[in-house]
């Protein structure tokens, strides 16, 4: 009876030892599990978050096997025995590992989802920025534009003003050119028409004085040439009517200085007596007019027998 409850009391030290070890193999996983080097993140991009998937109920516990019933031994000897270890539940604690992993994997999961959804919402928000300076970009770029277009028809109107004006200017400076021209042809018309009005008048004055004087100048000439015929003595055998001509330098008192022959009549004695006749006759009769006078500074007498 005391060696069967000897080998009673092996099994169960032998059964307490491997739980122990169990455990301790156990502990050593899960604190090398929780430092072990962390892991690059993977992500996955999902269209719709995944319904969380509830965790499963712990497994209940095996029912403990019932004790055998002590038989009826003799009172051993008095020992030391060692105190009673419970005995492990191996599966049911694997279980509850493995589900708080899976529950850490789930929250994880939950958290990168989390974190992908901000990143996603922080992206929308930073694409809508983007969006929403590059229309006001755009707007303030057709706005420049627009304002560049007012600016260069403006410009356009401004120039097209400035041009029609000039042309006005122009065509005004051209008019009044054109006026003043015509005035200044208009003038020298009329003063040419003036002028020649005042030569005709002067010509024609000047042709009545020639005429007034040539009258007078005649009229002097036929007196001075019936003064030398009435001086004049002709010689008896005088033939024919020969003519005579002197040239005859007189004094504006009319006093002769100079006689000349200038023309023989081919009879020596006529020739001789109409130069007496001229010396004679000196003074000779003068006009009062000077310019008539004039022409008598040089005279020259034709004279004939018979007029």
């Known amino acids: 009876m005391s060696f069967a409850l000897q080998r009673n009391d092996l099994a169960a030290a032998v059964l307490a030892a491997g739980v122990h070890g169990f ?13 072990h080097d962390p892991q690059p993140i993977m992500a996955e991009l999902w269209q719709a978050i995944p ?10 516990p095996p029912p403990p096997e019932p ?54 919402e922080l992206e929308k928000k930073k694409r809508q920025e983007i969006e929403k300076r590059r229309r006001e970009e755009d707007r303030l770029m057709e706005l420049e534009a627009e304002q560049e277009a007012a600016r260069i028809e403006a410009d356009k109107l401004k120039r097209e003003q400035e041009k029609k004006l000039a042309e006005q200017k122009r065509r005004e400076a051209l008019k009044r050119d ?25 010509k024609a004055a000047a042709d009545r004085r020639a005429a007034e004087i040539g009258k007078i100048v005649d009229r002097y000439k036929a007196m001075i040439s019936d003064k030398v015929r009435g001086n004049a003595r002709l010689p008896e055998n005088l033939s024919g009517n020969p003519e005579v001509v002197y040239e005859v330098n007189v004094l504006p008192t009319g006093e002769i200085t100079k006689i000349k022959l200038v023309k023989s009549s081919g009879n020596a004695a006529y020739d001789t007596a109409i130069e007496k006749a001229i010396e004679k006759s000196s ?5 009062t007019d000077r310019e008539a006078a004039a022409h008598f500074r040089e005279l020259e007498l034709k004279h004939k027998p018979k007029n």
Do not use: H, N, Y
Request: aromatic content about 2%; hydrophobic content about 35%.
């Open 23 to 35: 455990f301790l193999m156990l502990l050593v996983i899960g604190v090398s599990w929780q430092i």
């Open 51 to 60: 319904a969380q998937v509830k965790p499963l109920p712990p497994p209940e």
């Open 67 to 120: 004790e055998p019933l002590p038989k009826a031994v003799p009172k051993p000897e008095m020992k030391a025995e060692p105190k009673a270890i419970p005995k492990a539940q191996p599966e049911s604690k694997t279980a509850d590992i493995a589900l708080e992993k899976k529950k850490q994997e789930e929250k994880k999961k939950q958290e990168e989802l989390a974190k992908q959804k901000q990143a996603l």
């Open 178 to 202: 054109e006026e003043e021209m015509e005035r200044r042809m208009m003038e020298e018309t009329l003063a040419l028409e003036a002028s020649q009005s005042k030569a005709r008048e002067a």
């Open 283 to 287: 003074p000779l009769p003068m006009p």
